[in-house]
């Protein structure tokens, strides 16, 4: 069943395939091109769950679902992660909220340490009373030459919980491995119901720094359900705030980087920079992370003729300003020699592993949901897609470099052409037992929020997928052959997200 | 200063039921007037509940206190189920824009070398165990200071079995800081307030 982004289906007309019938199908499907784009389960009446693969075909922006059942009493299946190490993450998931097990699974460990989705025993005996890691050892090399690193879950500065284990031989990394878990607020079971104006809320705090991306795939979701078409201009906007999102990370990405190589005026510079789009946010929304913009039918903030034009007016001198700052960061050979050939990754790997976002363009990976599943304001509006041939800081650097520039000039195109009429329209009551999708590209790469409703048009089943679920395990693999010093550079490279990936 | 869709401390209309700012998300949907006026901090958490229109800021520490860490205060941050908003806008206080160790308060690496520690987030169940570690790690006295909706009351996620509903429950709290997430200068304001720096 194909399907593109915004759509939605009644779950009955999702094509139910034999266990390993659906295994092969996702595996060829892969081999021919797709990728994963998503993997999870619902539970069903009789007790067993039913699991949906989502597979994207970039250049046809299309998506395939097709789902199987896994009976209550045999809750198992033949792992896809040893044919397809993009679904490594995914099934461990799986396993973790379902209680199934991908049998042959390289690394079945728990992703954030909860009970259970439906009361089962759970496959780790002790997953949810037991602090992080319980009883489950990490990954080891064993030598009298090799030392263990331990970091986390508190770290040194203003940043999210999340434990790191190194393996060293001497400065040199030979394997890192990401625990987290430290963030699960049980996200997924609290967007379940009927509450749309609580839903909402919930969506903005999925992960602050992305409140616009997550709140934007939530009300599509809700809106493609109810059959609710939002009036353009409330789509201008939603466009407008999250390229201000983006604008306002990457550039704090950037000036992230500068500090961590040392080179302090660029830190100090983009530091700042970055609150002038927070606060444009801020006189847009009233909130500087977006949060209160978004809900199920437009959007609840207008942009007049006068505050188009005052925004246009500072977009032009951010713009030179971010000109004249990246030039002085992109010209120093000491910060080059710092970016250059650190922690890269292989276009290859990027694409086996599944890397979305910046992190993947920075592998020439041509992966950018605005271009590939336009929805929305991107339909009618483009933005030409930033790639890389690095792997590296540099590449990764280099991309949100190109995609600020980009973005501001999309920013003072649609804002001196903002379309006319109202921004809001009361969604009507969603379809029961059906299946929506949305798909968005945050700053950090691609968001996917699929819904589905019970009989009465409520949510049973709520997935959230951050772009970071797919690129925490890219920056294990960037660590490899690096030295343990450049850690902080290569986390900043990436910036990924905790809370996001933890739910 | 502040844009005028910026909304702050709320206003109360008449005698209305009251209003618990230590659990509001400040939406523009909620049926909330909102001010412009950033100043919420609250050193007790009863003050943080509205009923009318009266306002009490947070007040200083002790006398005691103030001379240990009225010029110096050194602080560590634990986040706790936070969404990365209020990190975010705590690690904006660094930045020159507001330079905040001017004001004699950094952010530390170690508890070992922290008067006392902020947090952000609902406090979930796989974070409370580091928390804990954390204010045991802090050497005597310490302050304790609960930043954002969810580190007061569990915020949006008080109903979820995984998180708490507050950092009160865990420990105790010498300053709250609403807000989703409280603004840089909601933030500032309160540190200085509990410092004896500003008592307006």
Not at chain 1, 91 to 106: D, K, L, T
Not at chain 1, 360 to 379: N, P
Request: glycine share 10%; proline share 5%; hydrophobic share 40%.
């Amino acid at each position: 069943m194909k399907l593109f982004n915004g759509a939605n289906i009644v779950l009955s007309e999702i094509p139910v395939l034999g266990v390993q019938l659906f295994r092969e199908k996702i595996i060829s499907q892969c081999q021919e091109g797709a990728r994963l784009v998503n993997f999870f389960g619902h539970e069903e009446v009789d007790g067993g769950v039913r699991l949906f693969a989502f597979l994207g075909w970039d250049e046809d922006s299309e998506i395939t679902v097709f789902s199987t059942r896994i009976l209550a009493d045999h809750p198992q299946y033949e792992s896809l992660t040893k044919d397809l190490i993009q679904a490594h993450w995914f099934e461990r998931e799986v396993a973790e909220q379902w209680a199934i097990i991908p049998e042959g699974h390289p690394w079945l460990k728990p992703l954030r340490y909860h009970a259970n989705y439906r009361g089962k025993a759970d496959i780790w005996p002790d997953v949810s009373s037991r602090p992080i890691p319980g009883s489950y050892s990490f990954y080891a090399v064993e030598s009298p030459e090799v030392h263990e690193v331990g970091v986390g879950p508190v770290h040194a500065g203003i940043i999210e919980p999340g434990h790191f284990r190194f393996q060293c031989h001497g400065e040199e990394v030979m394997h890192l491995e990401i625990q987290l878990g430290y963030q699960h607020r049980g996200l997924e079971l609290l967007m379940r119901g009927r509450d749309f104006k609580r839903s909402a809320l919930l969506s903005e705090a999925i992960a602050g720094d992305t409140a616009v991306g997550h709140s934007i795939a939530h009300c599509e979701v809700v809106e493609s359900l109810s059959g609710c078409v939002i009036p353009p201009k409330a789509q201008a906007i939603r466009a407008v705030a999250l390229e201000l999102e983006r604008l306002s990370n990457h550039v704090g990405d950037l000036g992230a980087m500068s500090a961590d190589v040392g080179f302090l005026p660029t830190s100090a510079y983009f530091g700042r920079m970055r609150g002038d789009y927070l606060n444009l946010l801020l006189a847009l929304t009233g909130n500087r992370f977006g949060k209160g913009l978004c809900r199920p039918g437009g959007v609840l903030f207008d942009v007049d003729s006068q505050m188009a034009e005052e925004f246009c007016r500072k977009l032009k001198g951010y713009k030179k300003e971010f000109e004249d700052v990246s030039n002085l960061l992109f010209t120093k050979p000491s910060v080059l020699a710092r970016f250059e050939g650190v922690g890269a990754i292989s276009m290859e790997n990027a694409k086996k592993i599944g890397l979305v976002g910046p992190a993947g363009r920075a592998c020439r990976l041509e992966r950018d949901v605005r271009i590939d599943y336009s929805s929305g304001f991107w339909q009618f509006s483009h933005i030409p897609i930033s790639l890389a041939a690095t792997g590296d800081v540099f590449g990764r650097a280099l991309v949100r470099r190109q995609e600020v520039v980009r973005s501001l000039e999309f920013l003072l195109r649609i804002l001196s052409s903002l379309p006319q009429g109202g921004i809001f329209v009361k969604p009507p009551a969603l379809k029961p037992d059906s299946l929506a999708l949305s798909l968005v590209e945050g700053w950090r790469g691609e968001i996917m929020h699929v819904g589905i409703t019970d009989e009465n048009g409520g949510f049973a089943r709520y997935k959230i997928k951050d772009p970071s679920f797919h690129n925490w395990f890219g920056l294990s693999l960037a660590m490899r052959g690096q030295e343990i010093s450049d850690f902080p550079l290569c986390n900043k490279s990436f910036n990924l997200s905790y809370c996001g990936h933890d739910l | 200063m502040l844009p005028s869709r910026y909304r702050g401390r709320p206003m109360i209309a008449g005698q209305g039921s009251p209003l618990d700012l230590g659990q509001i998300t400040f939406a523009p949907d909620d049926g909330i007037q909102y001010s412009n006026d950033f100043r919420l901090s609250a050193a007790k958490r009863r003050d943080l509940v509205l009923k009318n229109n009266e306002t009490v800021l947070a007040c200083a520490l002790n006398d005691q206190m103030r001379q240990l860490f009225g010029r110096s205060l050194k602080l560590r941050q634990v986040s706790a189920g936070g969404c990365n908003a209020c990190e975010a806008d705590l690690n904006v206080l660094n930045t020159v824009v507001f330079d905040l160790s001017r004001f004699g308060i950094q952010f530390v690496a170690s508890p070992r070398h922290a008067d006392g520690m902020i947090v952000t987030g609902p406090i979930v169940r796989n974070m409370r165990e580091a928390l804990l570690k954390t204010y045991e790690a802090m050497p005597e006295p310490k302050i304790v200071i609960a930043s954002g909706a969810c580190a007061i009351s569990g915020g949006l996620f008080a109903e979820s079995p995984e998180a708490s509903k507050g950092l009160e429950t865990i420990v105790p709290v010498d300053l709250y800081i609403p807000g989703c997430p409280p603004h840089p200068l909601t933030i500032l304001d309160g540190l200085l307030r509990l410092l004896g720096r500003i008592k307006r």
